[in-house]
């Protein structure tokens, strides 16, 4: 998941770039058609640059009207740019930004995914292992059990390794 989220960044960097330089492109060209498309891009970049900074807002009603204006920005960039495509460079890079703002979607729906049903932050009073531990703590102060059989019991319902699990694993090691 980590990886998708380096390379969810990776494309949106590399989207707004693209469309950054698309108007670089048609400044540096400085032909009717080429600066009439940089207007409008510009106007877009502008919106996106909006959007990308409400995505990054903690509040998820911003958020989604940031990826909204996102959106909208590059998808009216791209109407655009297709029938001038022969006839500007801007145009050509602006649908590749297109394509890496796609890319960066993509990417995140992925990390949507592969998320889903993990909770953002577990409860320790609803975690079954504190519950348990809690329960073998019990029967250790009531004396059934003694404290190296309720550390050991501890150990294994948290996936602890006890000490000397981990001495035999070092000289399992060094042999």
Known sequence: MKTFKILSKICRATAAALFAGSVLICAIVNNEKELAFMAVVIGLLTSATVGVFMTACKNDAVKKIGHGFAIAAYTIGLAYA???????VGAL??????VALVAYYLCLLVIVIMNRGIPDSIDPREDVRIIRVKEWKQILDEGIITEEEYEEKRSQILGIKSKE???????????
């Open 93 to 98: 890079f602006t649908l590749f930004a297109f």
């Open 165 to 175: 699990a981990k001495k035999d694993l070092s000289v399992q090691k060094k042999a």
């Open 82 to 88: 297709l029938p001038n495509l022969e006839d500007s």
